[in-house]
């Protein structure tokens, strides 16, 4: 088992006595290898989930094993290693550092666990040779399309090799084709034997995962599994 | 767990790749510390260089000579209207010095006064002509000035004969005889023939007084053609040469008792002339630069404090405008030290990059000002290391603020961030 989710509860308090509840004890379990869409209305709940399985935040309550270890509780620091180490991120909006060159953007992660520079760049260049933009890997995002721009940034969430790939609306910000696009890197990413959660709230994108978690007032509420 | 370690050198490369990135506003950022850096080793040159320049004059003197006459060192209005009741200094009182002080090995002469010296169709019209007496080189340490020039000093016989000989000022031997050799020509000096014995080599200027532009003649032709009639001994000068350095004091003291006891000063009155060594010139030189320093601090401080506002400023500017990239630096794995650091080492590296340049630019200023002014430069190394410290401690000190705000940021409000 890659994450195992009991009872977790998020509380957010807003101040005077004022208390938002975005998670209301979800249980949930993912497969090492499974392609999971979580898909919610906004206000459901489905972004605290991210973050919390993301490792972003911290739970209010409940437990949260990842890979056998209970990160529930941990430091700033020790969620930063886990991150750097265990989690993959896409965004919708891509993130890249805009005066970085792709290359610098994908090693990023590698910095920052003292990956030494030699082994840094061949890595990064083996993450690009993945999503076919190693002949790009000295433009700066500003010189790329959209679609090159989120490879990129997969490219950047797959250096570490993590045990998790989050994607959060990755589709969002591109047009259909390419969105297909992106899609189809994933759907062979997953084939490759990546673990990928997918946020989103569009079913047609959902629909490329294996299985679909509904999420609804802090709860989840339909967790379907279809024939991929 | 293992800790993550980020190389600092990666963020310092971070941060120069921002800097470029940015180098208007980085060179804006910057002038504040560049002012101040550059005040401290321009202002540093120029004092030292000023004080060594002091000190190599004031060598001449020689370290057991001192002067006396009538006004001597006076710092206040009060003090030069009192002094102005003195008498003048007389050849009596030489002669008693002469025989009385057992301590002083030499006692020259000296008057002077500006006058018009011509060569044929040249002139300059106010040169200072100095009599003095044969020993005076001696006293001065001039000697070698005179010998490394052309011809001799003023001898003995030529100052007992009122012989009407000159030491020429080299910048004017230069003007009157371009190409000849000036020993044995005639100069006119307020009309009178005088004949070149000598002209020393070439010293430049000091505090802006043009030390190569004078003419020295023997103290009794002086007295002859050049003194005021009325006051004869106005403005005459001792150099008094003591034996050796332990015996100046004592020398003085016999001075002092001579004098104060031929020009009945009570007991207990301060002495109606004045005495001064080398070293009392170069105290009282060293009191105005210890001011000028101590202003100069005021300065530099208060503009490295603004320059350490304004870089705290810009890195805050920095944060916030970066908010979102600190925000996907921690979801991919950046720790709270990370960002810290790297905030840290950009706002020490621009401090620091304005500190370099404060320091080529306090260098250029101090170098201009000495090319173009009497000033002379030394540019301490001290001074460049105090430069650099400063700065980056300007960097430190107002980085550490901005650099916490931003490792202290949440990275889901960090990455939310428009």
């Known amino acids: ?228 | 767990m293992a800790k993550l370690r980020t190389p600092i050198w990666e963020s310092v490369k971070i941060s120069l790749a921002s800097l470029r990135a940015n180098k208007l506003r980085s060179i804006l950022t910057l002038i504040g510390v560049i002012i101040g850096v550059t005040s401290i080793i321009a202002m540093v040159s120029l004092i030292s260089g000023f004080n060594k320049l002091v000190a190599d004059q004031l060598a001449t003197l020689g370290s057991t000579t001192f002067i006396v006459e009538k006004f001597g060192i006076i710092m206040s209005d009060d003090a030069w209207f009192n002094a102005l009741k003195r008498k003048d200094l007389t050849l009596r009182d030489y002669q008693a010095i002469v025989e009385g002080c057992t301590e002083c090995e030499e006692v020259a002469l000296q008057m002077a006064s500006n006058r018009k010296v011509k060569y044929g169709s040249e002139h300059f019209s106010r040169v200072p002509i100095v009599g003095i007496t044969p020993n005076y080189m001696k006293v001065v340490a001039l000697d070698d000035i005179v010998d490394k020039g052309q011809g001799r000093s003023i001898t003995e016989f030529e100052n007992d004969h009122r012989r009407q000989v000159v030491i020429l000022g080299p910048e004017m031997a230069e003007k009157f005889f371009p190409k000849l050799d000036p020993i044995g020509k005639k100069v006119k000096i307020e009309g009178a023939d005088f004949t070149v014995v000598g002209v020393p080599k070439k010293r430049g200027s000091f505090l802006g007084d043009n030390q190569d532009r004078f003419a020295a003649v023997p103290f009794t032709t002086y007295q002859k053609y050049f003194a005021d009639k009325l006051e004869p001994w106005e403005g005459l000068q001792f150099y008094i040469k003591a034996k050796d350095y332990p015996s100046l004091e004592r020398a003085q003291d016999q001075v002092r008792a001579i004098l104060r006891a031929r020009r009945h000063v009570p007991y207990h009155a301060k002495d109606d002339f004045g005495m001064y060594t080398a070293e009392t010139l170069m105290d009282i030189f060293k009191q105005i630069t210890a001011g000028i320093s101590f202003t100069l601090v005021g300065i530099v401080s208060i503009s490295l404090l603004v320059g350490g506002i304004v870089i705290m400023n810009i890195m805050l500017v920095s944060v916030t405008e970066r908010t979102r990239e600190i925000g996907v630096r921690k979801a991919l794995g950046a720790r709270r030290r990370s960002i810290l650091v790297q905030f840290l080492v950009e706002s020490v590296t621009l401090a620091a990059v304005g500190g370099v340049l404060g320091i080529l630019l306090g260098i250029f200023l101090a170098k201009v000002i000495s090319w173009t002014t009497p000033i002379p430069a030394t540019i301490e190394p001290w001074s460049i290391l105090a430069g650099l410290l400063v700065s980056t401690g300007v960097g430190v000190f107002f980085g550490v603020f901005p650099a916490a705000k931003a490792a202290k940021l949440d990275p889901i409000e960090a990455l939310r961030h428009e």
């Open chain 1, 1 to 228: 088992m890659l994450i195992s989710i009991r009872n977790l509860w998020k509380t957010y308090d807003m101040g005077q006595a004022v208390q938002v509840q975005a998670l209301r004890g979800v249980d949930l379990d993912i497969e090492r290898g499974e392609y999971i869409a979580i898909m919610g209305p906004s206000g459901s709940g489905k972004s605290t989930l991210m973050n919390l399985i993301g490792c972003l935040d911290t739970p209010t309550e409940g437990s949260y094993e990842l890979n056998g270890r209970a990160v529930g509780q941990l430091s700033d620091d020790e969620l930063a290693y886990i991150r750097n180490k265990e989690i993959g991120f896409v965004f919708q909006t891509f993130n890249l550092l805009a005066r970085a060159t792709a290359l610098h953007n994908v090693e990023l992660p590698l910095i920052y666990n003292g990956t030494p520079a030699s082994e840094r760049k061949k890595k990064a260049e083996q993450a690009l040779a993945a999503v076919d933009l190693l002949p790009r890997m000295h433009h700066k995002p500003n010189e790329l399309s959209g679609g090159e721009r989120q490879r990129v940034a997969i490219a950047r969430a797959l250096v570490n090799t993590p045990s998790l790939l989050m994607a959060d609306e990755p589709t969002g910000n591109l047009d259909t084709a390419t969105g297909a696009e992106i899609m189809q890197l994933f759907s062979k990413l997953r084939k490759q034997g990546n673990t990928i959660i997918l946020v989103t709230h569009e079913h047609d994108i959902a629909a490329n995962a294996e299985r679909i978690v509904h999420i609804r007032d802090g709860r989840i509420e339909k967790d379907e599994r279809r024939a991929a």
